[in-house]
């Protein structure tokens, strides 16, 4: 087993549960091996691609490696798609397993292991790759929107940085019921609300229920005639995020035209500040990922931009 080298900083990927949970399994592998309290930063990908790495010696989670990451001490584990090989860096790395997965291995190789954490990180794996075949994709979606809907520090503030805690915490009675409830109503409403961005790929409209449970089952019903799907999510400081779902490949396509990243199926993209609204938001994703104007004037009115979405009152 290869040394691992003490870190400065253990940064991990800020949106879902597989980033919460790989960088609170580093810090505790980092608390045994060194007696240290690490510091953890998370990052969206819009603002991981702009931090400068100065640290010399670091550990990261679940964004893909590239050249810059590959230096002498640092350490990452990760399962996007790279085509950088790490040849100073210790990279560890597998498309089959989500991050939170490869941390678990680490600290087991290092006596770090509980019956808790095997079962939070088997469910965080199947939501985070989306192995919709578990009989335990259901309730792994419900961990997954814990962080959906409260938020990464939010969920760390209220567990204690201790990941066992979530295990059968009380809110996930809440995403049980927002589940059942809400996603049938917000499927029905959402497929009759698709507006078109460019040949290949639709805004999917919510206004209630899981956005990423509803475009699954748009994807998998053939729904919509658009490869790729993108939701939009206004974050209450005004930033805005793009979702981008897809069945063989799209996705990651569309989300790196945004300066995003994630998986080939599975991606996301921060917009830029200027970008504050959804209507906003779906005037300039047809400008970056349509640039083409369409004949008869393309991205000069705002009402042709959403003609799809006329007579809906303003969200976000």
Not at 40 to 52: D, F, G, P
Not at 158 to 166: A, D, F, K
């Amino acid at each position: 087993m290869a040394t691992l080298p003490r870190p400065e900083v253990i940064l991990t990927h800020e949106s879902d549960l597989d980033g919460l949970l790989a960088g609170l399994l580093l810090k505790r592998l980092a608390r045994k091996l060194f007696d240290a309290d690490i510091r953890l930063e998370a990052h969206h990908y819009n603002t991981w691609k702009q931090r400068q790495l100065r640290e010399r010696a670091a550990w990261v989670s679940d964004f893909a490696f590239e050249p810059r990451m590959d230096r002498p001490d640092w350490l990452v584990l990760d399962h996007h798609t790279t085509e950088t090989s790490a040849k100073q860096a210790q990279l560890i790395h597998d498309l089959g397993k989500s991050a939170s997965l490869l941390c678990h291995e680490l600290c087991r190789a290092h006596g770090l292991a509980s019956p808790e954490l095997d079962r939070l990180v088997h469910l965080s794996n199947v939501v985070d790759l989306y192995l919709v075949e578990d009989p335990d994709f259901e309730l792994a979606c419900d961990y997954g929107n814990l962080v959906k809907v409260y938020g990464f520090w939010n969920l760390h503030a209220l567990i204690g940085g201790s990941p066992e805690r979530l295990l059968d915490h009380p809110l996930l009675e809440v995403m049980e019921v927002k589940r059942r409830v809400e996603d049938p109503l917000g499927f029905d409403w959402s497929r009759k609300n698709v507006v078109e961005i460019s040949p290949s790929v639709g805004f999917v409209d919510t206004v209630v229920g899981n956005a990423n449970s509803i475009v699954h089952r748009l994807l998998k019903e053939r729904a919509t005639p658009y490869a790729v799907l993108a939701t939009l999510f206004v974050k209450s400081n005004r930033t805005v995020i793009a979702s981008f779902r897809s069945e063989n490949g799209e996705a990651l396509k569309a989300a790196q035209q945004l300066q995003g990243g994630g998986h080939a199926n599975a991606a996301g993209a921060t917009l830029p500040r200027s970008v504050s609204s959804l209507e906003d938001a779906v005037l300039y994703l047809r400008e970056v990922l349509n640039p083409q104007p369409k004949p008869g004037g393309g991205l000069t009115s705002l009402e042709r931009a959403f003609a799809g979405l006329e007579g809906q009152a303003p969200r976000g």
